[in-house]
């Protein structure tokens, strides 16, 4: 069965949610190995990350929101008939 636009539109969401998702992970992981390098250097690298992992989470947080309330428009709209 073929997608519809809106079906297409809600896995494209999703993906990029969980990619965002990922990609701040992936940044946080990085800062923490940084902060448990205990290196001199790496303090002024953790710094620097730390504003990367705060745009990724926000990138994140704001997808999610995005997702989740697409997700429950369209669940409306189909319980309502709508097509």
């Not at 990367?52 to 994140?60: K, L, T, W």
């Not at 997702?67 to 409306?76: D, I, L, S």
Request: aromatic share 4%.
């Amino acid at each position: 069965m073929a997608m519809t636009p809106e079906q297409k539109y809600l896995a494209d969401l999703d993906r990029r949610t969980e990619r965002a998702r990922r990609s701040w992970l992936e940044l946080a992981a990085t800062r923490t190995r940084l902060l448990s390098s205990g290196s001199p250097e790496a303090a002024l690298d953790v710094l620097l990350e730390i504003e990367s992992v705060q745009d990724a989470e926000r990138r994140y947080r704001s997808l999610q929101a995005e997702c989740r309330e697409a997700h429950a428009q369209f669940a409306r709209v189909q319980r309502s008939g709508i097509k």
